[in-house]
């Protein structure tokens, strides 16, 4: 028992910053865009949309929320992230792995969505109408372990920890 509060405690202590987008320095954007459009300003209605960003007076575009630049493409602001709230709600209210099937990460919501569809299966074909010490124990084992679980994931989606599936970072659309 020990070992899971120092488990979460070393997992808070990580990272428990909530920020929303990461921003280049001047510098580094301007090298990135010169790189894509060698002979073009840096900022344009071309290369960043009205409805994703807006064109500073230095010439700099900047990202609404919700959107982010890959620098992949000659279009800024071209990335709209998933939504880290809608994220975190998915997962830690309904849980069963349905918050990451959200996010584009499949292969981890399956693995879960099995894990808590076999454990539900154990309990009721194993423990549901026997008595005794020994059940209980095992049944209070395998529900602590999911909630403590579905609590990790929660503060990972909350903390940005978790990327979406294309590995860019969720952010904070709507709220």
């Known amino acids: 028992m020990k070992s899971i509060f120092a488990l979460l405690l070393i997992l808070v202590s990580l990272d428990f910053s909530l920020s929303v987008r990461h921003h280049n320095s001047n510098e580094e954007y ?3 865009t010169k790189k894509i459009m060698p002979d073009s300003d840096l ?3 071309q290369n960043c949309p009205i409805d994703r960003g807006t064109c500073s007076g230095e010439n700099f575009c900047f990202c609404f929320d919700g959107y982010f630049s890959t620098y992949e493409t000659s279009t800024l602001c071209d990335y709209e992230q998933k939504d880290r709230t809608l994220y975190f709600l998915l997962e830690f209210v309904l849980g069963f792995g349905i918050g990451h099937f959200y996010a584009g990460k499949y292969i981890y919501a399956s693995i879960k969505l099995c894990i808590y569809c076999l ?3 154990v309990y009721f074909l194993k423990f549901y109408n026997k008595k005794g010490i020994d059940n209980a124990r095992i049944r209070l084992f395998l529900g602590l372990n999911l ?9 990972c989606i909350f903390n ?5 599936g294309n590995g860019k970072p969720t952010g904070f659309k709507y709220f």
Request: proline residues 0%; glycine residues 14%.
């Open 30 to 32: 301007t090298k990135i």
């Open 43 to 45: 900022c344009n209605e």
């Open 119 to 121: 454990v539900a299966g």
């Open 147 to 155: 909630c403590i679980w579905q609590f990790i994931d929660g503060l």
């Open 160 to 164: 940005g920890t978790y990327m979406d």
